[in-house]
């Protein structure tokens, strides 16, 4: 069986590394997930990755302090994360790279968006960090910013929900399920699948976003291979 996509973009959540304890990195998970990425690498699939720093710090974290200096150390964050998840890869056999939107080129790449599509082409995974270099935009508007630069397929958001429902499932437990719906379905009922800005990118761009749930990680590559589990917005 062939996957469903040739280049896809996989947007993780900070939080997912850090496992059950919420905070750093459960070095055990990011193997894992690794090893799931190097099945869909194994298979082909491009595979451009950005990770949040929701295990670190978020920007809105530092209450009463200046939010562009909030952000900037959230952005630093995912650095952090970025080269966990890089080392990990690397460990399992997969050639990779990580990009910075902010230049600290003694720690990886700055983003230049050819060099990426071109590393891609080569058969690397690119890890793109720092979100998209400005305060006020978070993680996931940089997946969908850097989708619709790279020309990805989907965005496959592996979040610690396993879908999207119409009310949060930690409060309401009838909160019921949606196995798919649109762009302006999540913009107009304020789902919290991604933030507003992000959508409405991924809505004009035409970019399919697929979330599913991370905790068990094998769900990686059935959303690759087109599965139907989790929400498809589209």
């Known amino acids: 069986m062939s996957p469903k996509y040739k280049r896809v ?3 993780v959540s900070g939080e997912a590394l850090a496992g059950k304890a919420g905070f750093g990195i459960n070095f055990d998970i990011v193997t894992t997930i690794a090893e799931k990425i190097k099945e869909c690498y194994d298979m082909g699939v491009q595979i451009a990755i950005v990770v949040g720093g929701g295990n670190f710090w978020r920007g809105r ?7 562009t200096r909030a952000d900037h150390m959230g952005m630093l964050a995912t650095v952090i994360n970025s080269l966990a998840l890089l080392d990990a ?7 990779a790279r ?3 939107a902010i230049e600290m080129r003694q720690i990886a790449e700055p983003y230049i968006r050819l060099k990426a599509a071109r590393h891609l082409e080569k058969g690397r995974v690119v890890i793109f960090a720092c979100g998209t ?28 929900v396993d879908a999207v429902y119409d009310s949060d499932p930690n409060i309401n437990p009838n909160a019921k399920k949606l196995d798919s719906l649109t762009h302006l379905d ?3 009922k304020g789902l919290g699948v991604m ?26 590559k059935r959303a690759v291979m087109g599965e139907n ?5 589209k």
Do not use: W, Y
Request: hydrophobic share 45%; with cysteine; proline share 4%.
């Open 9 to 11: 973009m996989l947007k």
């Open 61 to 67: 974290s530092g209450e009463g302090m200046d939010r």
């Open 89 to 95: 890869l690397e460990q399992v056999g997969v050639e």
């Open 98 to 100: 990580v990009q910075t």
């Open 133 to 160: 270099g400005n305060p006020f935009f978070s993680t996931d508007t940089t997946a969908a910013l850097r989708a619709a630069e790279i020309d990805a397929e989907v965005i496959l958001l592996a979040k610690k």
């Open 186 to 188: 999540v913009l107009n």
């Open 195 to 220: 933030d507003s800005t992000a959508t409405s990118l991924c809505m004009d761009n035409k970019i399919p976003i697929h979330v599913f749930g991370i905790e068990d990680p094998e769900n990686i």
């Open 229 to 233: 589990i989790g929400t498809i917005v």
